[in-house]
């Protein structure tokens, strides 16, 4: 089993929707958990930190649930720039040495 | 965006060969990180650095080395290069915080 777990995708979603994936993680020691976007071809880049039960940057929204170990985004109104891969990341006791990197759910906005 | 180069960019190389890459940051931060991303794997640390000098094995750190003369400059040596270490390298750079920020990749193929 895979220590962080993504639902790979693709999701295609219409333009102006909301769409959520969510993340499951193993290590019940995992601190800290981040969302990173990918391009194609491009660096993965930051989008939200999760330090406590979530949190919240515009359209976006991340939340924990550490009972049963997943992370969940939110995205509401979704736009066509938001196409990309969505990276889930878990980092144990607030180490940032051993990040475990989840492959990635693929989302699509469809015009 | 995080001030963090790559170089190479791209690169081909035959088995056998040495390969060195370079990431070079201009935040002065104190940790550096060398990734490798490969389909059906999330990325995968290689080797990371906590200061001038100071590094340590990541996951994945077989056949390769690295070094850190410089605050700025952490490289990543592959001794001799074989086509499983065909993939896309990503430097990454963390401050007292917990997030790390990525540079563009270096794209590598060993034929």
């Known amino acids: 089993r895979k220590e962080v777990e993504q639902d790979p995708g693709p999701f295609n979603v219409p333009e102006g929707a909301t769409v959520a994936f969510n993340c499951t993680y193993s290590n019940s020691a995992s601190q800290s958990f981040f969302w990173y976007r990918q391009d194609c071809r491009k660096e993965p880049k930051l989008l939200m930190s999760?330090?406590?039960s979530g949190n919240e940057d515009g359209r976006f929204t991340a939340q924990l649930n550490r009972a049963s170990q997943y992370i969940s985004l939110l995205i509401r109104d979704s736009k066509l720039s938001d196409s990309a891969t969505y990276l889930c990341?878990?980092?144990?006791?607030?180490?940032?040495?051993?990040?475990?990197f989840g492959t990635g759910t693929r989302l699509t906005i469809i015009p | 965006d995080a001030g963090i180069t790559q170089s190479p960019r791209h690169k081909v190389t035959e088995t056998g060969t040495p390969v060195t890459l370079r990431c070079h940051q201009t935040?002065?931060?104190?940790?550096m990180y060398w990734y490798r991303q490969d389909p059906g794997h999330g990325l995968r640390l290689i080797h990371y650095s906590y200061g001038v000098k100071d590094t340590d094995k990541g996951e994945v750190s077989d056949g390769y080395s690295v070094s850190r003369s410089k605050t700025e400059d952490f490289l990543l040596t592959l001794e001799s290069a074989t086509s499983s270490q065909t993939s896309v390298y990503f430097c990454?750079?963390?401050?007292?915080?917990?997030?790390?920020?990525f540079g563009p990749g270096t794209r590598l193929t060993v034929t």
């Open positions: 990341v878990a980092a144990p006791v607030m180490r940032n040495e051993k990040l475990t």
């Open positions: 990454a750079i963390r401050d007292g915080s917990y997030e790390q920020y």
């Open positions: 935040e002065n931060h104190r940790y």
């Open positions: 999760v330090y406590s």
